[in-house]
């Protein structure tokens, strides 16, 4: 059992107990296929994805018929913006992004680049912002799609997307938001009525790894994803492939303890994120990179002038769990193309570490970092010229 702190909830999250007794049996004993029509197996595990279906509608306040079960964000948003582009196509061919995105966001569009589509790539100010003023520039009549992170996943800076949604669909254009990181963390029911896609991943939110959604708003655009992978027919032929009934019965059970009490989990992770970070800001020259006045109540992003950052995350290793950015770029020896949009300078961004609490964080546990870090950060400096030379 590893003795680590854990504050890296924004990379992935423990499987709770109760999703994993709600997924045991569609392991081995309710194992059918749902495409199984013709024998109980197939009817149990059908009903089974049916009504997980419903109680992550019921829960997000959306319709049954508007979920894509995929194996998680990264497929999600490969699938909206592929789908998107290519059933578009003939309208226009231009997209806009935010340079602050995640990569998954990234590296996609710059497929859809390769691939002869134009995309603009908004800058963000220092809080992680869009400037409303600037999408309206950016938009023109052959702009088929807009995507925008909602929570950004490093410094959990939260868009004005209700602004953003309204500029969007004025300009006839569709709206896309990666939602991934909100899911349990703050309420979503006006966002999903503002955007035209969303998507969200099973192991951000307490469930099983290799889950993921994709939110597709019922309206005149509802046709616009067409078939992402071929074979079967399965989910109404947008994504060929067997059902994963236990994951989709897990996911259901974590979104559904989620918000059970999603309002009282709110208020406590924001009191325990803003002691955490007034105690790392305790720390001589330390900078907060989690400015926004709207940002998800677990995340804090600082600065530790005059350390450096693959040096501080290794001392920190033995004692504490946390990371300099988001997961899936962690092989990057770059800084963080989020803060370095955001305008940080390279060498504060190389300083920087991401905090994210969690369920089972607790107050001690907070002091328990700040001393850690305090005391890492106080050893790296002594061994710094720069830090003795500062003036």
């Known amino acids: 059992m590893v003795s680590q702190l ?11 107990k109760e999703v994993v007794d709600a997924m045991l049996p569609y392991f081995q004993e309710d194992f059918g296929n749902p495409s199984s029509s013709h024998h109980p197996y ?24 508007s979920l894509i079960y995929t194996s998680g ?22 997209i806009i992004t935010t340079q602050a995105e995640h990569k998954a966001v990234l590296d996609t569009c710059a497929f859809l680049e390769e691939d002869g589509f134009e995309v603009t790539y908004l800058g963000v100010d220092a809080k992680g912002l869009v400037s409303t003023k600037q999408l309206m520039r950016a938009l023109r009549p052959d702009t088929i799609l807009v995507s925008m992170i909602y929570a950004n996943n490093e410094t959990g800076a939260i868009q004005p997307l209700e602004e953003i949604a309204e500029l969007v669909h004025a300009n006839g254009s569709l709206l896309f938001s990666d939602t991934t990181q909100a899911l349990g963390k703050v309420d979503l029911t006006d966002v999903l009525r503002q955007v035209d896609f969303a998507c969200f991943s099973g192991h951000k939110v307490y469930g099983p790894k290799g889950i993921g959604l994709v939110y597709c708003k019922e309206n005149d655009n509802y046709d616009a994803l067409p078939s992402f992978i071929q074979g079967g027919g399965q989910q109404k032929g947008q994504r060929g492939g067997t059902i994963n009934t236990p994951l989709i019965v897990g996911f259901a059970k974590a979104i559904e303890l989620a918000y059970q009490n999603l309002g009282d989990e709110t208020t406590r992770l924001k009191t325990l994120r803003n002691r955490l970070e007034e ?26 002038p005059y350390v450096d950052g693959v040096n501080l995350l290794t001392a920190l290793g033995s004692q504490l769990a946390v990371s300099n950015g988001s997961a899936c770029n962690s092989a990057s020896v770059e800084p963080s193309h989020v803060l370095l949009a955001m305008g940080v300078e390279p060498s504060l961004a190389f300083s920087s570490l ?16 700040i001393a850690i870090v305090t005391q890492e950060v106080s050893k790296l400096r002594e061994n710094n010229i720069l830090w003795e030379r500062r003036s």
């Open 6 to 16: 854990y504050f890296d909830y924004n990379a992935t999250t423990p499987c709770v």
């Open 42 to 65: 197939g009817w149990l595990a059908k009903s089974a994805v049916e009504e997980a279906t419903m109680s992550i509608a019921k829960a997000l306040d959306i319709s049954t018929n």
């Open 73 to 94: 964000a990264t497929e999600s948003i490969n699938m909206v913006l592929k789908g998107v582009a290519r059933k578009l196509r003939s309208k226009g061919r231009h």
């Open 279 to 304: 105690g790392l800001l305790a720390i001589d020259l330390s900078v907060s990179n989690s400015t926004s006045e709207q940002r998800l109540p677990n995340t804090v992003n600082v600065s530790f």
């Open 354 to 369: 991401r905090f994210s609490l969690g369920r089972y964080t607790t107050q001690e546990e907070v002091k328990k970092v």
